[in-house]
């Protein structure tokens, strides 16, 4: 069992930043992946970002160039920092892990960008 607690969201101008963090209950270290997924009203659950054992990253379309996705092992968390925030990124963020075939899910933090 892995719980993830999130923290780092809250109500920012576009433009701005944000960045948000997830620890882990356990070990980093013996995650194949963690990444971020965001929610916004309405829709469904999408992917932003991953990072996986060996540091390789991934990010959707919508974020490159903005969002930068690292992980502390010695933490066991991992990091999003969000640049150049804009009112579409308004969404709930929530911090996924993958273990042994296994997904985990933070509560979620809500991000909100006003225009």
């Known amino acids: 069992q892995v719980r993830l607690v999130e923290s780092g969201g809250g109500l920012v101008q576009a433009g701005g930043s944000l960045r948000l963090s997830c620890t882990a209950s356990r070990s980093a270290i013996t995650f194949n992946a963690m990444g971020w997924y965001r929610q916004a009203p309405g829709k469904q659950r999408d992917l932003v970002a991953t990072i996986n054992s060996i540091g390789r990253t991934t990010y959707a379309d919508s974020v490159k160039g903005r969002f930068t996705i690292s992980r502390d092992n010695v933490k066991n968390t991992v990091f999003l920092q969000m640049n150049s925030l804009k009112p579409e990124d308004t969404a709930d963020y929530y911090c996924?892990?993958?273990?042994?075939?296994?997904?985990?899910w933070g509560q979620g933090t809500q991000v909100t960008v006003s225009s």
């Open positions: 996924n892990v993958k273990l042994n075939s296994r997904d985990y």
